[in-house]
């Protein structure tokens, strides 16, 4: 699941929703929005169903396998507050999201790419782990390299960053700061947090 390399329209079109940004995906997604299937046909989807859908979506949207979720949501369980802001929050701290979020890459998967083959460094130090979750004040810039360099500014001229409030960008020296933890507001996954915490209570 961390690694879903299948069909993303088929997946954009299952959960109705753009889960995956690639531009042949989006305008896939266009084209055709009802389920996939040789004969797609309205649905009505129980209870489970339901939540389960919200929970791919989670799954897809922040690249995670099911026992990574499953550790988020004790760490989320365990910790003050609404367990379901608490869950999505953390999914928005990962470096691959925060890369992505940054301007950085157009997708989380090229982010995930970037980051475990070594192209970022948090605080001067490089990391390639995707799941490392930021904290407010972390440094996220692209490693010294020229070759590095030259590759996002490409990336980032043709898409030009917009970043959340609780993050700064500077495309001249490709950094981005961490200004401050995001919020239950700042997660930009439209999914049910509370339907997907009782699912995974059960």
Known sequence: MARYTGPKARINRRLSAQIY????????????????GMHPRPRRSSNYGTALAEKQKIKHYY??????????????????????????????RRLDNVVRRAGFTKTRPQARQGITHGHFRVN????????YLLRAGDVIEVRGRENLKNLYRGVISNNPPAPPEWLSFDSEDLKATVLSLPTANDVSLPVDGNIVVEFLSR
């Not at 940004?21 to 996939?36: H, I, K, Q, Y």
């Not at 949501?73 to 367990?83: I, R």
């Not at 001067?124 to 799941?131: A, D, E, L, Q, R």
């Open 21 to 36: 940004e690639n531009s042949g995906v989006l305008r896939a997604f266009d084209r055709r929005d009802a389920p996939p």
């Open 63 to 92: 690249g995670l396998g099911e026992r990574q979720l499953r550790r988020y949501f004790n760490l989320a369980t365990s910790a003050k507050g609404n367990t379901a802001e608490n869950l999505l929050i953390m999914c928005e």
């Open 124 to 131: 001067g130090v490089k990391v390639t782990k995707p799941s």
